[in-house]
């Protein structure tokens, strides 16, 4: 695969702003690529490139409600694509996701007609190319070539027509030009922003609201936080990895080439590369975990119990799968040969459960000290064991809007109606959390999500009904590599994370204490 046909080329040079940069070519090369452009479909390649291909065919299971970060890398494996074409595909997959509210405004905009007039395979093959030419550094004949050419080979000679038509149409503008375009008409200034950053208007709505409610940012401030953290979303999110205290070290994850975290104390980024080609990663010893996710597992951990629970210290994930969270907090447990219960209602999920922690039995055998893994509804574990734990875990299921910068689709699969069908979930779990812990025990509930009614209402409505816990301030439990406490964790006694602060998902923590 040539640079040109995937971009940075020598001969392309980023602009200032970091977006596609314009090709230094001669005049007659210059009329040389415009002619290509013009070209009629049936003048051009007939197919394109296998990494093209395999991105339009996860567009299309995306589109029939595969996940991205699964169906990606399957079709990546089995048509062995890999190193920098795999990257490229990925980018164009996921930003043709992300992006897909915006470049739908654009596409429709070049075509004279609405998307949903388009077929519905005929727009992800102009997704991938609208990113290629607005969001990627690929040259611009090369985009529309290809693009053309995959529309040939999957939509037919007659899409392929129209495809060539509204390419070249996406190619006469700049991004900024188009954004300006597509927003010009949209006088409120949060659904221009949402449209801008291609987020749904709710979801947009919803945010801001969050950071306000959690102390993020007043009403003076509001809009340049909002528009940081839509900014974030869109981002690719860096791969975190955690090493699993007594089952392997930091120093181990950095001899494999990955970087020490400056958050976490048990973190690490990696650069590059493919994290499951670390050993500590194959085998468990080690996982892939957002840094957030692994705060607030340390920050459980660090609390005092006191009391009953004090005594008699036995640890509980009660919504455990897929297992990253209880795969840290298993760790913990054992180093201390304390007996530890992860819970998961899923068969499947509590089997992905079973396997993430195999490392962590064997260890719990060699210790000789209780990890078991057990199937079941959290909501009745508190009625089944009342107060049978000094430490429980609720990762409640949420919206994720915390982690969208991470699921490329999940913005464009939820509603409002999401946030309202959840509430009950999410309020039984943190009863039943409660019913099963000790006297003096702690609870911590977690969401990837800061919606305002998925975090500080769910907790603030369980206060209100019952007498036997209180709120604990879980801001000193959080501790950086350095010792210290993050900076922007909120005002307390709630931790509120966000991905444009600290450069984790937007993760929610309360710890509470049963009295």
Same mark, same amino acid.
């Given at each position: 695969?040539?640079?040109?046909?995937?971009?940075?080329? +020598?001969?392309?040079?980023?602009?200032?702003?970091?977006?596609?940069?314009?090709?230094?070519?001669?005049?007659?090369?210059?009329?040389?690529?415009?002619?290509?452009?013009?070209?009629?479909?049936?003048?051009? /390649?007939?197919?394109?490139?296998?990494?093209?291909?395999?991105?339009?065919?996860? #567009?299309?299971?995306?589109?029939?409600?595969?996940?991205? !970060?699964?169906?990606?890398?399957?079709?990546?494996?089995?048509?062995?694509?890999?190193?920098?074409?795999?990257?490229?595909?990925?980018?164009?997959?996921?930003?043709?996701?992300?992006? =897909?509210?915006?470049?739908?405004?654009?596409? /429709?905009?070049?075509?004279?007609?609405?998307?949903?007039?388009?077929?519905?395979?005929?727009?992800?093959?102009?997704?991938?190319?609208?990113?290629?030419?607005?969001?990627?550094?690929?040259?611009?004949?090369?985009?529309?070539?290809?693009?053309?050419?995959?529309?040939?080979?999957? !939509?037919?000679? @007659?899409?392929? @027509?129209?495809? !060539?038509?509204? #390419?070249?149409?996406?190619?006469?503008?700049?991004?900024? $030009?188009?954004?300006?375009?597509?927003?010009?008409?949209? =006088?409120?200034?949060?659904?221009?922003?949402?449209?801008?950053?291609?987020?749904?208007?709710?979801?947009?709505?919803?945010?801001?609201?969050?950071?306000?409610?959690?102390?993020?940012?007043? +009403?003076?401030?509001?809009?340049?936080?909002?528009?940081?953290?839509?900014?974030?979303? !869109?981002?690719?999110?860096?791969?975190?990895?955690? /090493?699993?205290? @007594?089952?392997?070290?930091?120093?181990?994850?950095?001899?494999?080439?990955?970087?020490?975290?400056?958050? =976490?104390?048990?973190?690490?980024?990696?650069?590059? @590369?493919?994290?499951?080609?670390?050993?500590?990663?194959?085998?468990?010893?080690?996982?892939?975990?957002?840094?957030?996710?692994?705060?607030?597992?340390?920050?459980?951990?660090?609390?005092?119990?006191?009391?009953? $629970?004090?005594?008699?210290?036995?640890?509980?994930?009660?919504?455990?799968?897929?297992?990253?969270?209880? %795969?840290?907090? $298993?760790?913990?447990?054992?180093?201390? *040969?304390?007996?530890?219960?992860?819970?998961?209602?899923?068969?499947?999920?509590?089997?992905?459960?079973?396997?993430?922690?195999?490392?962590?039995?064997?260890?719990?055998?060699?210790?000789?000290?209780?990890?078991?893994?057990?199937?079941?509804?959290?909501?009745?574990?508190?009625?089944?064991?009342?107060?049978?734990?000094?430490?429980?875990?609720?990762?409640?299921?949420?919206?994720?809007? %915390?982690?969208?910068?991470?699921?490329?689709?999940?913005?464009?699969?939820?509603? +409002?109606?999401?946030?309202?069908?959840?509430?009950?979930?999410?309020?039984?779990?943190?009863? =039943? %959390?409660?019913?099963?812990?000790?006297?003096?025990?702690? &609870?911590?509930?977690?969401?990837?999500?800061?919606?305002?009614?998925?975090?500080?209402? &769910?907790?603030?409505?369980?206060?209100?009904?019952?007498?036997?816990?209180?709120?604990?301030?879980?801001?000193?439990?959080?501790?950086?590599?350095?010792? *210290?406490?993050?900076?922007?964790?909120?005002?307390?006694?709630?931790?509120?994370?966000?991905?444009?602060?600290?450069?984790?998902?937007?993760?929610?923590? /309360?710890?509470?204490?049963?009295?």
């Amino acid at each position: 695969m040539s640079d040109e046909r995937h971009g940075g080329g +020598p001969a392309e040079r980023p602009t200032g702003d970091g977006r596609r940069g314009e090709r230094q070519r001669p005049p007659a090369r210059e009329r040389s690529a415009r002619h290509r452009s013009e070209q009629r479909p049936s003048e051009r /390649a007939r197919r394109t490139d296998p990494t093209r291909l395999a991105a339009y065919t996860a #567009m299309r299971e995306i589109a029939d409600g595969a996940y991205a !970060n699964l169906a990606l890398p399957k079709l990546l494996r089995d048509k062995r694509i890999s190193g920098r074409d795999a990257g490229f595909a990925t980018e164009l997959v996921y930003g043709a996701t992300r992006l =897909s509210g915006l470049y739908d405004a654009i596409i /429709a905009s070049a075509a004279g007609r609405p998307v949903d007039k388009i077929d519905a395979n005929v727009l992800d093959t102009l997704r991938l190319g609208a990113h290629q030419v607005l969001g990627m550094r690929v040259p611009t004949h090369a985009a529309v070539d290809e693009t053309v050419a995959l529309a040939r080979q999957v !939509n037919g000679a @007659g899409a392929a @027509g129209f495809v !060539n038509a509204v #390419m070249r149409r996406i190619s006469e503008r700049e991004p900024d $030009a188009w954004t300006e375009l597509v927003t010009e008409g949209v =006088s409120d200034p949060v659904e221009r922003l949402a449209l801008r950053t291609s987020h749904p208007v709710w979801i947009a709505k919803a945010l801001r609201a969050a950071l306000i409610g959690h102390g993020t940012a007043g +009403p003076a401030d509001v809009e340049d936080a909002l528009t940081a953290l839509l900014e974030s979303d !869109n981002a690719p999110a860096k791969v975190s990895l955690v /090493a699993r205290p @007594g089952l392997a070290s930091v120093d181990e994850l950095e001899d494999a080439g990955a970087d020490r975290s400056g958050l =976490s104390p048990v973190g690490a980024t990696l650069p590059e @590369g493919d994290p499951g080609a670390i050993e500590a990663v194959r085998d468990g010893r080690a996982a892939v975990q957002d840094e957030g996710s692994q705060l607030l597992v340390l920050a459980l951990a660090a609390a005092e119990t006191v009391g009953e $629970a004090a005594r008699h210290e036995r640890w509980l994930d009660l919504c455990a799968g897929p297992g990253g969270k209880a %795969g840290l907090l $298993a760790a913990l447990a054992i180093q201390r *040969r304390i007996p530890f219960v992860a819970n998961e209602i899923s068969e499947h999920r509590a089997d992905l459960v079973w396997q993430t922690l195999a490392a962590a039995r064997a260890e719990a055998r060699e210790l000789d000290t209780s990890l078991k893994v057990r199937h079941g509804d959290g909501r009745d574990l508190g009625e089944l064991e009342p107060g049978g734990f000094s430490r429980v875990l609720i990762d409640a299921p949420c919206t994720g809007l %915390g982690a969208l910068r991470r699921r490329p689709e999940a913005r464009w699969r939820r509603g +409002p109606d999401d946030v309202a069908a959840l509430a009950g979930l999410q309020r039984e779990l943190l009863t =039943s %959390g409660i019913d099963a812990t000790a006297a003096g025990g702690l &609870v911590g509930y977690a969401t990837c999500s800061p919606h305002l009614n998925e975090t500080r209402f &769910v907790v603030s409505d369980i206060l209100k009904r019952r007498a036997d816990v209180e709120l604990v301030d879980a801001r000193p439990y959080f501790v950086d590599a350095s010792g *210290r406490e993050p900076p922007g964790l909120g005002e307390g006694p709630y931790v509120q994370l966000w991905p444009h602060v600290h450069g984790t998902d937007a993760m929610f923590f /309360a710890l509470l204490r049963k009295l």
